[in-house]
């Protein structure tokens, strides 16, 4: 069985300050991980997705996150957050041969001006 | 390219009543998906269609929630009788492949349907 995990489902920064959403997944196979964004009464969006390869991976809007097997995590980091990065922020699991998903419980970010 | 397209947009009814909602996927994409997000929650899939076929519906209560994708195009959700328990967003994916490949492709969403059961 696959599971997410994000701790903490509120997060304040300031703008200019560095953004941090955590994410830990368990899997039983390796992972394919993704990090969705959803803004208002909107659906939700591709940030970016860690496949197989180079364990950093860039994403759009200046995002970026590290796959890190021994600590099953893909925690998702911006070096200096915009006002425009105000969102509701998924991680996703999945498995190579089904492409079923598996959410985790979402953290809303705010940034303070 | 067009993105997955939903409606209606909301939609409010009262417990008992029944709803459907539409959905038309990605043009050329074979899978699609319905997920139900309740406030505070991530989405949950209830059902992966891959063409006209099922392939996942552990997750949708068939004694109520329906879903069909007759052409292996265009897919409509329905709930008989509502309950409040239902009140959530309904969202569409789709993705190109899906089941049966060596990889995993990335989802695509619709904005959603907002359900209110009163």
């Known amino acids: 069985a696959q599971s997410v995990t994000q701790l903490g489902s509120h997060v304040s920064v300031s703008e200019g300050a560095l953004v941090l959403l955590r994410c830990n997944y368990s899997?039983?196979?390796?992972?394919?991980l993704f990090w969705y964004v959803q803004y208002p009464n909107q659906g939700l969006q591709l940030l970016l997705k860690y496949t197989t390869g180079a364990t950093l991976v860039k994403g759009i809007n200046g995002f970026e996150a590290e796959f890190k097997k021994s600590e099953t995590s893909f925690h998702l980091t911006k070096p200096s957050a915009h006002m425009s990065d105000a969102a509701e922020y998924f991680c996703a699991v999945s498995q190579y041969n089904f492409n079923k998903f598996y959410f985790g419980s979402g953290t809303k970010l705010n940034v303070k001006p | 390219e067009a993105g997955v397209a939903q409606s209606p947009r909301y939609k409010i009814i009262e417990k008992r009543q029944s709803v459907a909602f539409w959905c038309n996927p990605i043009?050329?994409?074979?899978?699609l998906y319905w997920y139900q997000q309740i406030l505070g929650q991530g989405p949950k899939l209830l059902i992966q269609?891959?063409?006209?076929?099922?392939?996942?519906d552990s997750q949708l209560p068939k004694d109520r929630f329906s879903a069909e994708r007759l052409k292996g195009v265009d897919s409509t959700l329905k709930i008989q009788p509502a309950k409040l328990e239902d009140s959530a967003v309904y969202l569409c994916?789709?993705?190109?492949?899906?089941?049966?490949?060596?990889?995993?492709?990335?989802?695509?969403f619709g904005p959603g349907t907002r359900l209110t059961v009163t």
């Open positions: 043009s050329g994409h074979a899978t």
């Open positions: 899997s039983s196979v390796p992972p394919y």
């Open positions: 994916a789709s993705s190109y492949t899906g089941t049966s490949s060596s990889f995993v492709d990335e989802q695509y």
């Open positions: 269609f891959q063409n006209n076929g099922v392939v996942d």
